[in-house]
């Protein structure tokens, strides 16, 4: 059973910066693609970024140019550097590892991944 621990979340002003980690228990990880979702409340999951194992990476068009995903293999971790922060961005950040190395199509779907965390709150305020 892979376990994922997102970390990094918190409160901040709209323009400020934020940078979430995803520790991943399991080091066979590196050969699945992984992601970043968020929830707002009364709102569905939606994909924010999403890196295979080939480090091809498809970000949400809401987030381009603002956030950044990454990943080090070496120490399965996977990271979503957020900046340029805006009040809409605000929800429950997840990390989540898909059961392949590359996407099916659509490469921000939910229902494509199959590990999840437990989810760290984002929260922007204006």
């Known amino acids: 059973q892979v376990q994922l621990v997102e970390s990094g979340g918190g409160s901040v002003q709209s323009g400020g910066s934020l940078r979430l980690s995803c520790a991943a228990s399991?080091?066979?990880?590196?050969?699945?693609?992984m992601g970043w979702f968020r929830q707002a409340p009364g709102e569905e999951r939606e994909g924010v970024a999403v890196i295979n194992a080939n480090n091809v990476i498809y970000y949400a068009d809401s987030v381009k140019g603002r956030f950044t995903i990454s990943r080090d293999n070496a120490v399965n971790m996977l990271y979503l550097h957020m900046s340029s922060l805006k009040p809409e961005d605000t929800g429950l950040y997840y990390c989540?590892?898909?059961?392949?190395?590359?996407?099916?199509?659509?490469?921000?779907?939910?229902?494509?991944?199959?590990?999840w965390g437990q989810g760290t709150q984002v929260t922007v305020s204006s």
């Open positions: 399991d080091p066979t990880t590196k050969y699945y693609c």
């Open positions: 989540a590892r898909c059961p392949r190395a590359s996407f099916h199509w659509p490469p921000l779907l939910a229902r494509n991944f199959d590990y």
